[in-house]
């Protein structure tokens, strides 16, 4: 096979790219009626459904039974982290703040994950990651302050509080990256991820029944309905495992790249679907922490190969 040249991997990774994006600004429109959890709820059940059918369908289901018992403990304990305070944290801040915002500030996960990775993997931060933890820090606070230096931005409901959630959400999943590592190595990524994902669907099903229940989504529209459908299809159903078939064809370094487009496409499906506007100061932030993911993730695997 060339090592130039168009591969079907690339268009799949560009797919996977902006199905994550969808998520925020559908996400934003379906949390103005519907809460968080519910809407959480229902998008890891589909999306669990839809990976489980596609591990039956593919007949990779059969490497479940290749995990040790401590493996699978694991695997569902890492669904606490990736999946349920992702999941109550990422809708949470679509409830309270524009899409574009929620998804460059999530999107700095990957500065958490290589934070994360020294005490806890013992890897070395080297000057290029220290660069790039510093521009995405800086970017960070120019997008939490687009509107001005203000811990409540007039004219809106958003306060500095609110923009924690993404934060919070990014450094939840950081931890599910960093902890999941060396069980991702040994096992089946897919399978690890669809046992985090039946975790997170419990837990999140047995919050939403004892708080909020799920009155709204019973008596939601017709197009909210279609919403949480594509959600948990798209966001994980279909996008988790091109996402892993494409890791286990191409070299990851190749693969991360086209995580920076899933901020790009949410911004700018943001602005057309939702008519989102920002001050010059987000797009200088957004700028600095996709430069920080690009210098801190790039970099990296040049320093490991």
């Known amino acids: ?3 130039n040249g168009f591969r079907i991997e690339y268009l799949l990774m560009i797919i996977v790219s902006f199905f994550w994006a969808i ?3 559908l996400g934003k429109i379906v949390t103005r009626s519907l809460h968080p959890y519910q809407v959480a709820a229902v998008n890891l059940t589909i999306g669990f459904v839809a990976v489980v059918i596609f591990l039956l369908i593919s007949g990779k289901i059969k490497k479940l039974s290749k995990l040790s018992p401590r493996d699978i403990m694991i695997s569902l304990g890492l669904g606490v982290f990736g999946f349920f305070f992702y999941q109550i944290l990422t809708f949470s801040a679509l409830s309270k703040i524009p899409a574009s915002i929620n998804a460059v500030l999530i999107s700095s996960n990957v500065i958490f994950i290589a934070i994360l990775a020294a005490p806890i993997l013992k890897e070395r931060i080297g000057l290029s990651t220290k660069i790039g933890i ?4 800086i970017g960070v606070v120019l997008v939490t302050f687009n509107q001005g230096f203000s811990l409540n931005l007039s004219g809106t409901d958003m306060d500095l509080m609110a923009f924690l959630d993404p934060l919070l959400a990014a450094l939840s999943f950081a931890l599910y990256s960093v902890i999941g590592k060396k069980l991702l190595a040994n096992n089946d990524p ?3 991820a669809a046992l985090a994902l039946f975790s997170g669907a419990v837990l999140l099903n047995i919050l939403t029944a004892f708080t909020v229940g799920y009155t709204q989504i019973f008596t939601a529209s017709r197009t909210e309905l279609g919403i949480l459908i594509i959600l ?3 966001m994980i159903g279909i996008a988790y495992p091109l996402w892993f078939t494409c890791l286990k064809k191409l070299p990851a370094s190749h693969v991360s790249i086209y995580i920076y487009l899933t901020p790009v496409f949410a911004v700018v499906l943001s602005l057309i679907i939702l008519k ?6 987000f797009w200088v932030g957004a700028v600095l922490i996709l430069a920080g993911i690009i210098v801190t993730n790039q ?3 040049k320093n490991a190969e």
């Not at 989102?276 to 100061?281: K, M, N, R, V």
């Open 190 to 192: 897919l399978i690890v």
């Open 276 to 281: 989102e506007s920002f001050s010059w100061l």
């Open 23 to 25: 998520g925020h600004p």
């Open 134 to 137: 510093g521009l995405a820090a």
């Open 232 to 234: 948990g299809l798209t």
């Open 299 to 301: 970099l990296k695997f």
């Open 1 to 3: 096979m060339k090592k």
